[in-house]
């Protein structure tokens, strides 16, 4: 049986004494404050400057991706990357029960509805097994494969790797490439995450990072679509920049866009946030370390591993609890008393108000999950406590 007041023992051996410790504070230096300085001296602080090429020409490069466009949060680069996928109004897309709001929104955005899927238990992400129930059972017609359940077209599926670890990607994209099914990868949450070397988010058709406050680098507010085809990547910049048409002082624009680009200012903090990365990924990986270590001797807990032949940037360090949703939440009370920032997963989306009049696949392990899984402190500076 687990006891809560050995959990809060236990994470206090690794973090220290700190009245408060949250569970994901942003790093920020002297490094960030020097070049946000460049840049509002620079007076470029909107929508053109030079920080927003040099951001998205430092994510691709880190990620492998041969391009990155930058724009204003990860749910903005979901809808876009949806509607690049040629997700259309009416269709189904295919989304894991376990994530963040942000992933069915972004759906609903494009006029699309989630169809919600069954998570994994070893990686907490979309269930392969679950999409091939859903593909199987789909009818194929002229215009596409149409859902079962609810006789639309299946216009995309979008896998998440669930903090920071990565689902299994390479059988997801084949299976969706028998079926012929777009994929785009909802890699909000794994920048530094890989499958056999190859960067989350690069698997599918497109993919997207997030860069809000919470995430493993900061802009602020921000996110990024990557892709490796030219023509996506051409009209994902176009249609987050108002599909303006150059020219030297004609406003001519030739479809309805977005005012989507990350402002300048925010890009000047993710180019002095990436060259932090690869440290924040070095403490993380040693934060992680200790907790598996602490942990190992807990009855009834478990530290969620990343998947074998991955590597996660363990964007957010969990445990796994038993004894269901009484003791999850014994231990999230005993925690948050002790001035220790720990978080549940969230709530399932298919039980979440805009989406549960939704039909959805049977969710069992989500289900288990959720009612077993704590987020813990996951701050790089934890490391060095
Ligand atoms: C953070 C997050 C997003 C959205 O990112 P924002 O930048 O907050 O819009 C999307 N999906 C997942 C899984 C996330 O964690």
Redesign the pocket.
């Known amino acids: 049986m687990t006891s809560a007041r050995e959990v809060v023992t236990a994470l206090r051996d690794v973090v220290g004494d700190e009245p408060f410790v949250g569970l994901h504070i942003p790093d920020i230096t002297a490094l960030e404050k020097q070049r946000v300085q460049e840049c509002l001296d620079s007076t470029f602080v909107s929508s053109v400057g030079a920080f927003v090429t040099e951001f998205e020409q430092g994510i691709a490069a880190f990620t492998g991706a041969a391009h990155g466009i930058a724009v204003s949060?990860?749910?903005?680069a979901?809808q876009v990357a949806l509607e690049l996928a040629d997700v259309r109004a009416g269709d189904d897309v295919i989304v894991p029960t376990l994530?963040?709001v942000?992933?069915a929104n972004a759906v609903s955005h494009v006029g699309a509805q989630p169809y919600f899927v069954d998570s994994d238990p070893d990686t907490l992400g979309m269930s392969v097994e679950s999409v091939a129930g859903v593909l199987r059972a789909a009818r194929s017609t002229p215009d596409g494969l149409v859902n079962e359940a609810t006789g639309r077209r299946i216009g995309a599926i979008v896998p998440?790797h669930t903090l920071g670890h990565p689902m299994r990607i390479a059988e997801l994209v084949s299976l969706a490439a028998e079926y012929d099914v777009a994929v785009v990868e909802?890699a909000?949450?794994s920048l530094g995450s890989r499958v056999g070397g190859v960067h989350t988010g690069t698997f599918g058709r497109l993919g997207i990072i997030?860069?809000?406050g919470n995430?493993i680098l900061t802009t602020g507010?921000?996110?990024m679509i990557i892709a490796d085809d030219d023509e996506l990547a051409r009209r994902a910049r176009h249609r987050t920049t108002t599909a303006k048409l150059p020219h030297r002082w004609e406003f001519e624009h030739d479809e309805v866009a977005y005012n989507y680009r990350m402002p300048n200012l925010n890009a000047a903090l993710g180019v002095a946030q990436l060259e932090r990365l690869p440290g924040f990924l070095d403490a993380k990986r040693r934060l992680a370390a200790r907790y598996r270590e602490r942990f190992a001797g807990v009855p009834g807990v478990t530290f969620l591993d990343e998947p074998p032949g991955t590597e996660s940037n363990y964007w957010l360090c969990a445990v796994r609890i038993d004894g269901g949703f009484a003791v999850r939440d014994e231990v999230l009370a005993a925690t948050n008393d002790d001035g220790l920032q720990c978080r549940p997963l969230w709530n399932l989306l298919h039980a979440q108000a805009p989406y549960r009049h939704l039909p959805h696949a049977a969710v069992p392990t989500a289900e288990a999950l959720h009612a077993s899984v704590v987020c813990i402190p996951s701050s790089p500076a934890l490391a060095a406590s």
């Open positions: 949060n990860g749910t903005s979901l994530s963040f942000a992933t998440m909802d909000a949450e997030s860069f809000n995430k507010g921000g996110g």
